[in-house]
């Protein structure tokens, strides 16, 4: 493993962002304007990295350079109560190492908010991405990544959309709320057949104003997730990860003056399988974020959550669990800096053996305003993983220089 700096991939890289810097640079002179009620916003974000771990693997690590292109364009704009906005963007990352490790992914985004009277809202988020994991991640984590050859590809559909009654002035808000999620694997089917999955789910919340800045909250939701491609059910056998879900959690929010805003809830949630060889589970759930700014120019901000996610294979699904510590500092008008340090834990809830990750993540970064619409920055991460099984622990660091341009 070396450090050893791939000429061809920095050159390949400076085209890309002296080609992103003059097509911003064009757009400012006026080539990219508003169309009537309509606003365009063209960014792209371009990325050089150094990966010591492509991996993820504990021993006999692969090294590589890595070129991102991220283009974007955001097409707003409103008409009296109702605004709209739909996002289309791509990214594209080539391995100068590795070409089978190359991807495409692209995404659609649509928002719209409508405002029926001052205190009626109706919210609206529709999205499409084709997506991808990286090998040594997600379903390919551990020695699986050596079983494939490139990485999982998948298709993500998504919809949320939010009823509010009430506003930030009432005493009482009150939220309704539904989504729909299908995930769908698109390659190496024989691996990836049984993870594709639906879920369905609603919820609500009621907000109650009890001090000049203080809420305090009750948030309930239910639902299920139905795998598509589920396998014969065979008696005393794990076979479908089916399931139905309920969450009940009471909580605060607060912005008390400009220096330190937050939410934090907590309660309990439980899980039935559909399967009955799989066992159900019952246990605290809880979110916490909170900023805290002493200063106009620093802020530290402390999140931490539990939350349910899909397995990867082991188990019947992964308990999550994480705390995040960041700050950041404006040194001048043009310069920022962040500071970070996490630590997380996934159980992989009845997997044989017992499989338990405890994950740790540090990094910084410094971020330099060239031009208005113009961002120069590096950022250096580190992640790792103790596991009780072995082939899944690994460390890895990246370090990045990136551009972000937009008007």
């Not at 991220?70 to 097409?75: D, I, N, S, T, Y």
């Not at 001052?118 to 997506?131: E, F, K, M, P, Y």
Request: charged residues 25%; hydrophobic residues 35%; glycine residues 8%.
């Amino acid at each position: 493993m070396g450090f050893d700096i791939n000429v061809g991939a920095v050159i390949n890289s400076g085209k890309w962002l002296g080609i992103s810097t003059l097509t911003i640079a064009c757009m400012q002179q006026g080539l990219a304007a508003g169309l009537g009620n309509l606003d365009l916003t063209p960014s792209v974000a371009v990325e050089h990295a150094y990966i010591d771990n492509l991996y993820y693997q504990p021993q006999s690590q692969v090294d590589s350079w890595k070129t991102t292109v991220a283009p974007a364009l955001e097409v707003s704009g409103d008409l009296r109560s109702f605004s709209a906005s739909v996002t289309v963007s791509g990214e594209k990352g080539v391995y100068s190492d590795s070409s089978d490790d190359d991807y495409l992914d692209t995404s659609l985004l649509f928002k719209s908010n409508y405002e029926l009277n001052h205190s009626n809202t109706i919210q609206l988020q529709v999205s499409r991405d084709a997506g991808h994991e990286d090998r040594g991640a997600g379903l390919s984590d551990g020695p699986v990544a050596f079983l494939v050859d490139s990485p999982i590809e998948y298709d993500e559909s998504a919809l949320v959309a939010k009823y509010i009654i009430g506003s930030e002035s009432s005493r009482g808000k009150l939220v309704f709320r539904g989504s729909f999620l299908e995930k769908e694997y698109t390659n190496f089917e024989r691996l990836t057949d049984k993870h594709s999955y639906e879920t369905v789910f609603g919820g609500t919340s009621f907000y109650l104003r009890v001090g000049k800045g203080i809420r305090l909250l009750i948030d309930g939701q239910a639902g299920s997730t139905d795998y598509i491609n589920d396998p014969d059910a065979v008696e005393g056998l794990e076979d479908s990860f089916d399931r139905q879900f309920k969450k009940l959690q009471l909580g605060a929010t607060w912005d008390l003056t400009s220096k330190t805003q937050g939410t934090i809830k907590a309660g309990y949630r439980s899980i039935d399988f559909k399967d009955h060889d799989r066992k159900d589970f019952n246990g605290p759930s809880w979110e916490l974020n909170a900023i805290w700014k002493p200063y106009t120019y620093t802020r530290f901000q402390l999140t931490s959550l539990q939350e349910d996610r899909e397995s990867t294979g082991e188990g019947s699904f992964v308990n999550f669990r994480e705390t995040r510590a960041e700050w950041s500092m404006d040194w001048t008008v043009r310069m920022t800096s962040r500071l970070f340090i996490g630590l997380g834990h996934k159980s992989f809830e009845d997997s044989v053996p017992n499989r338990e990750d405890d994950l740790t993540g540090a990094g910084m970064s410094i971020e330099y305003e060239l031009r208005r619409w113009l961002d120069l920055g590096f950022r250096a991460e580190h992640s790792a993983v103790d596991s009780t099984i072995d082939v899944y622990n690994f460390e890895r660091n990246q370090f990045t220089v990136y551009v972000n341009a937009s008007i």
